[in-house]
T-cell receptor, first 113, second 114 residues
Framework: EPEVTQTPSHQVTQMGQEVILRCVPI?????FYWYRQILGQKVEFLVS????????KSEIFDDQFSVERPDGSNFTLKIRSTKLEDSAMYFC???????????FGQGTRLTVV | AQSVTQPDIHITVSEGASLELRCNYS??????LFWYVQSPGQGLQLLLK??????LVQGIKGFEAEFKRSQSSFNLRKPSVHWSDAAEYFC????????????FGTGTSLTVIP
């Protein structure tokens, strides 16, 4: 069964450093998403991406964040100058051209120290 | 604006007992509705979904949910809970009719006691 894969599963970084979280969406999907879940809190929408551009973003997704689809298979989330409060589980998701269901990856746990 | 409410933060049930997790949504049209489960340290696994048609949907692991338009609810049920069902459960609304964005509830944590 096709699945969304995320790497790494756990990333530890020092405050102020840049991190790139990587995702390989399901191959025939056209919509891509990043979500964040701070420990003990709900899953929050960050950004959606379609046709090589951001289609929607939340207020959380400020200038510190960026997304990119560098090739035909990867979808990345870059966090510049990480802060302690960026520590969270980050989920990548993708959906097909009807956008009726999001398939989620296993997540990357980011710890900023 | 779209929103999802899960009124129960934490539920404890005995193994073998029945379970109902509540979910209410706010949306102008008929939404696409989902239930996801998250085991500790794991990702989100889709349990079931409702797009249209029969309002009672069956999912994996013996779960079912019923869409009630009049109550704006999509409650998750299971007739007999197993210890392995202990997890966090998230209700979500989304899909192409919400700009392809998925909105999650705050989750319900399920504890199963022997």
């Amino acid at each position: 069964e096709p699945e969304v894969t995320q790497t790494p599963s756990h990333q530890v970084t020092q405050m102020g450093q840049e991190v790139i979280l990587r995702c390989v969406p399901i191959s025939n999907h056209l919509y891509f998403y990043w979500y964040r879940q701070i420990l003990g809190q709900k899953v929050e929408f960050l950004v959606s991406f379609y046709n090589n551009e951001i289609s929607e973003k939340s207020e959380i997704f400020d200038d510190q964040f960026s997304v990119e689809r560098p090739d035909g298979s990867n979808f990345t989330l870059k966090i510049r100058s990480t802060k302690l409060e960026d520590s969270a589980m980050y989920f990548c998701a993708s959906s097909d051209d009807r956008g009726t269901e999001a398939f989620f990856g296993q997540g990357t746990r980011l710890t900023v120290v | 604006a779209q929103s999802v409410t899960q009124p129960d933060i934490h539920i404890t049930v005995s193994e073998g007992a029945s379970l109902e997790l509540r979910c209410n949504y706010s949306y102008g049209a008929t939404p696409y509705l989902f239930w996801y489960v998250q085991s500790p340290g794991q990702g989100l696994q889709l349990l079931l979904k409702y797009f249209s048609g029969d309002t009672l949907v069956q999912g994996i692991k013996g779960f079912e949910a019923e869409f009630k338009r009049s109550q704006s609810s999509f409650n998750l049920r299971k007739p007999s809970v197993h210890w392995s069902d202990a997890a966090e459960y998230f209700c979500a609304v989304g899909g192409s009719n919400t700009g392809n964005q998925f909105y999650f509830g705050t989750g319900t944590s399920l504890t199963v006691i022997p």
